[in-house]
């Protein structure tokens, strides 16, 4: 056994550098040390201070604040790796994680790239290919088409395809470029600030026009595949609360899907992904409409923002499996006993009394919640700086409950004991949504928010008694008022409203 | 119970613990541009640093009055202009920053009173963009 062991950890690596920054860097190095692998940052200078800089065996400065001169530059992240002595590069999510051409440069350069390797990148990540790869697999699609590079075309493609229609990047992901269209009138608008979303976030202007379908939920599938072929679905996630085309609360199991329609999702996925020549860990996205049709959406070739809450639920580590299956080691595929259910809150840096805005500025104070069955991946603490440059989530928590409603109100119990000082957060929004009668029941589908079935904030008739207390009793200047002098005085006399939803099951 | 004096038990500037008779209050305060923010339980309210009653009553109008850049960027498009009376939700401006297009919309019915920026202005983040009057007064 002992000489087994030696032999394993010979064929693992000894180093790996995670080409991303915040949470996910955290969350990496955590299984890297886990499985005895050094971990080595990378930073740029906005970083320079970051938590997940400090936790790393080695951090190596790659550049200036925008990520297109450092976080995607290909370059300096190889560089950064031969100068570490980096075997393995892991990509995170975001950033290079979907670029075939660095997939491409890491084989090149000998570093191992841990995600598919780049040709069934190229066969399902894009978009348009992978959809043609569905059809011609009977996986079926939502109606689209491709959109032509003048207005005239754009204009015969959406009144073939019908309204409502979406217009998306063709390259890439995470809502970039997606746009919701219902009138004709409006085509050339969306077509034009699409492509000019999609240049800048993905360097192609290359779109795709596609039906609209309304009241669907979101539901996707993780699967690992290995060298040898092998492909394992292992559960769906549904991750229909969304704000912007972007996903806030995640969830698994999917509560929507039942045993038959759970081994359709897993075998239609498994075929896909095994058609592309699929290996290491992916997703795939699905609609599920109202009569409870499936159409495949578009594959995510790398780790989602979600993963924890299939991790919570199997009992398994993601990461660990994608290092694995990089080093050359074959899916053992275990046997995965799903068990209870998980919701992950996104904790975004964002105002949602203003249209969800991204939010800049510096955390006074953070607290992160923690307790039975809550898992909490953060990338901020207090006195983190949040700044422009980057995607503004500043962690996630997840709960795990036997039941969904256990979930549901560990979740919410535990966002209520979370503080964010200095910079507006999503978090009271999500205490609202999660603590509401219509997402108890599960009534809500992708374009709920939009459509205000979850108002982002509403007057409070009165302020709480306990509100006015903190108040009166930290009056400015620093004079904390003795008990014997604290009276009611302005800070209590005026009722504002509540920057966010009240309490309660209305 | 809010008639029961509030004591402080402990403070460190941003986190304080307060005990209202018999009942522990823990929560926090900060003043965050001119505005006294209370978190408590997880959810953030605003309460008014009145001086005098006018003061009160121009604070009674809805938040967001100022619209302000949310982040560093520029502005590609602007739909509102001076003047125009606008209904919730309807687009003021289009600001890129980090890849992404945020539309700028009115949180609330009001009139136009003031566009700040021009298209292609680069802006920065928490500089003032549009400026809401004469919404209804209830947010």
Same mark, same amino acid.
């Given at each position: 056994?002992?000489?087994?062991?030696?032999?394993?950890? =010979?064929?693992?690596?000894?180093?790996?550098?995670?080409?991303?920054?915040?949470?996910?860097?955290? =969350?990496?190095?955590?299984?890297?040390?886990?499985?005895?692998?050094? /971990?080595?940052?990378?930073?740029?200078?906005?970083?320079?201070?970051?938590?997940?800089?400090?936790?790393? @065996?080695?951090?190596?400065?790659?550049?200036?604040?925008?990520?297109?001169?450092?976080?995607?530059?290909?370059?300096?992240?190889?560089?950064?790796?031969?100068?570490?002595?980096?075997?393995?590069?892991?990509?995170?999510?975001?950033?290079?994680?979907?670029?075939?051409?660095?997939?491409?440069?890491?084989?090149?350069?000998?570093?191992?790239?841990?995600?598919?390797?780049?040709?069934?990148?190229?066969?399902?990540?894009?978009?348009?290919?992978?959809?043609?790869?569905?059809?011609?697999?009977?996986?079926?699609?939502?109606?689209?088409?491709?959109?032509?590079? @003048?207005?005239?075309?754009?204009? @015969?493609?959406?009144?073939?395809?019908?309204?409502?229609?979406?217009?998306?990047?063709?390259?890439?992901?995470?809502?970039?470029?997606?746009?919701?269209?219902?009138?004709?009138?409006?085509?050339?608008?969306?077509?034009?600030?699409?492509?000019?979303?999609?240049?800048?976030?993905?360097?192609?202007?290359?779109?795709?026009?596609?039906?609209?379908?309304?009241?669907?939920?979101?539901?996707?599938?993780?699967?690992?595949?290995?060298?040898?072929?092998?492909?394992?679905?292992?559960?769906?996630?549904?991750?229909?609360?969304?704000?912007?085309?972007?996903?806030?609360?995640?969830?698994?199991?999917?509560?929507?899907? @039942?045993?038959?329609?759970?081994?359709?999702?897993?075998?239609?996925?498994?075929?896909?992904?095994?058609?592309?020549?699929?290996?290491?860990?992916?997703?795939?996205?699905?609609?599920?409409?109202?009569?409870?049709?499936?159409?495949?959406?578009?594959?995510?070739?790398?780790?989602?923002?979600?993963?924890?809450?299939?991790?919570?639920?199997?009992?398994?580590?993601? $990461?660990?499996?994608?290092?694995?299956?990089?080093?050359?080691?074959?899916?053992?595929?275990?046997?995965?006993? /799903?068990?209870?259910?998980?919701?992950?809150?996104?904790?975004?840096?964002?105002?949602?009394?203003?249209?969800?805005?991204?939010?800049?500025?510096?955390?006074?104070?953070?607290?992160?919640?923690?307790?039975?069955?809550?898992? $909490?991946?953060?990338?901020?603490?207090?006195?983190?700086?949040?700044?422009?440059?980057?995607?503004?989530?500043?962690?996630?928590?997840?709960?795990?409950?036997?039941?969904?409603?256990?979930?549901?109100?560990?979740?919410?119990?535990?966002?209520?004991?979370? *503080?964010?000082?200095?910079?507006?957060?999503?978090?009271?929004?999500?205490?609202?949504?999660?603590?509401?009668?219509?997402?108890?029941?599960?009534?809500?589908?992708?374009?709920?928010?939009?459509?205000?079935?979850?108002?982002?904030?509403?007057?409070?008739?009165? *302020?709480?008694?306990?509100? =006015?207390? *903190?108040?009166?009793?930290?009056? /400015?200047?620093?004079?904390?008022?003795?008990?014997?002098?604290?009276?009611?005085?302005?800070?209590?006399?005026?009722?504002?409203?509540?920057?966010?939803?009240? =309490?309660?099951?209305? | 119970?809010?008639?029961?004096?509030?004591?402080?038990?402990?403070?460190?500037?941003?986190?304080?613990?307060?005990?209202?008779?018999?009942?522990?209050?823990?929560?926090?305060?900060?003043?965050?541009?001119?505005?006294?923010?209370?978190?408590?339980?997880?959810?953030?309210?605003?309460?008014?640093?009145?001086?005098?009653?006018?003061?009160?009553?121009?604070?009674?109008?809805?938040?967001?009055?100022?619209?302000?850049?949310?982040?560093?960027?520029?502005?590609?498009?602007?739909?509102?202009?001076?003047?125009?009376?606008?209904?919730?939700?309807?687009?003021?401006?289009?600001?890129?920053?980090?890849?992404?297009?945020?539309?700028?919309?009115?949180?609330?019915?009001?009139?136009?009173?003031?566009?700040?920026?021009?298209?292609?202005?680069?802006?920065?983040?928490?500089?003032?963009?549009?400026?809401?009057?004469?919404?209804?007064?209830?947010?």
């Amino acid at each position: 056994v002992e000489v087994l062991e030696a032999w394993e950890r =010979r064929l693992m690596f000894e180093r790996v550098l995670v080409a991303n920054r915040g949470e996910i860097a955290r =969350r990496i190095f955590r299984t890297l040390r886990v499985m005895g692998i050094e /971990p080595v940052a990378v930073y740029s200078e906005a970083d320079r201070d970051a938590p997940f800089v400090r936790e790393a @065996d080695r951090a190596m400065a790659i550049g200036p604040a925008p990520a297109a001169q450092s976080y995607l530059d290909v370059e300096k992240i190889l560089a950064a790796a031969k100068t570490a002595g980096a075997e393995a590069i892991h990509p995170g999510y975001g950033f290079l994680s979907e670029n075939a051409a660095f997939a491409a440069a890491c084989e090149k350069a000998g570093v191992a790239f841990i995600g598919p390797p780049a040709s069934a990148m190229e066969k399902l990540g894009n978009k348009k290919a992978a959809r043609e790869l569905a059809h011609s697999v009977g996986v079926p699609i939502v109606p689209g088409a491709e959109l032509g590079s @003048d207005d005239r075309a754009a204009r @015969d493609a959406a009144a073939r395809v019908g309204f409502p229609l979406l217009v998306k990047a063709a390259a890439g992901g995470g809502g970039k470029g997606m746009r919701r269209v219902d009138r004709m009138e409006d085509v050339q608008t969306a077509v034009g600030a699409a492509r000019r979303e999609s240049m800048a976030a993905f360097g192609s202007d290359a779109l795709i026009v596609e039906r609209c379908v309304e009241k669907a939920r979101h539901v996707e599938v993780q699967l690992v595949g290995d060298a040898s072929g092998t492909i394992v679905p292992i559960l769906e996630r549904d991750c229909s609360l969304q704000r912007r085309h972007q996903k806030v609360v995640e969830e698994c199991p999917s509560p929507r899907v @039942d045993a038959g329609l759970r081994k359709k999702l897993l075998d239609s996925s498994a075929k896909l992904a095994a058609a592309g020549g699929y290996e290491n860990a992916g997703t795939l996205e699905f609609l599920l409409t109202p009569q409870g049709e499936l159409f495949f959406l578009e594959m995510n070739t790398r780790l989602q923002v979600e993963h924890p809450v299939t991790e919570m639920v199997c009992g398994i580590d993601l $990461v660990a499996w994608q290092v694995s299956i990089a080093a050359g080691q074959a899916v053992k595929a275990p046997s995965i006993e /799903p068990r209870g259910h998980a919701i992950e809150a996104r904790v975004y840096a964002e105002d949602p009394a203003n249209g969800f805005l991204p939010q800049s500025g510096t955390l006074a104070r953070v607290r992160w919640p923690s307790g039975p069955g809550i898992r $909490v991946d953060a990338g901020v603490e207090s006195g983190s700086v949040v700044t422009p440059h980057y995607d503004p989530m500043l962690g996630k928590v997840i709960a795990w409950g036997e039941s969904r409603d256990e979930a549901r109100l560990r979740l919410a119990a535990a966002l209520r004991e979370s *503080l964010f000082v200095g910079v507006t957060t999503n978090v009271p929004f999500m205490i609202a949504a999660l603590e509401s009668a219509r997402f108890a029941k599960d009534d809500f589908h992708t374009t709920s928010i939009e459509e205000g079935a979850f108002e982002p904030w509403r007057p409070a008739a009165t *302020l709480p008694g306990e509100v =006015r207390a *903190l108040a009166a009793a930290t009056r /400015p200047a620093g004079r904390a008022p003795r008990a014997d002098h604290a009276r009611p005085g302005p800070w209590d006399s005026t009722d504002r409203f509540r920057l966010v939803g009240d =309490r309660g099951h209305g | 119970m809010a008639d029961v004096a509030p004591k402080v038990l402990w403070t460190d500037g941003v986190e304080v613990v307060l005990a209202l008779g018999d009942r522990i209050v823990r929560g926090a305060v900060e003043r965050r541009g001119g505005r006294t923010l209370v978190h408590w339980r997880g959810e953030v309210f605003e309460v008014e640093a009145a001086t005098g009653p006018s003061r009160q009553g121009s604070a009674a109008a809805s938040a967001g009055r100022e619209l302000f850049a949310p982040m560093t960027g520029t502005v590609v498009q602007v739909y509102a202009s001076d003047g125009q009376p606008v209904e919730r939700g309807a687009p003021l401006l289009v600001v890129e920053a980090m890849k992404m297009e945020h539309r700028i919309v009115a949180p609330a019915k009001a009139r136009v009173a003031r566009v700040h920026v021009k298209k292609g202005d680069q802006v920065d983040v928490g500089a003032p963009l549009v400026s809401l009057d004469g919404g209804d007064s209830s947010p």
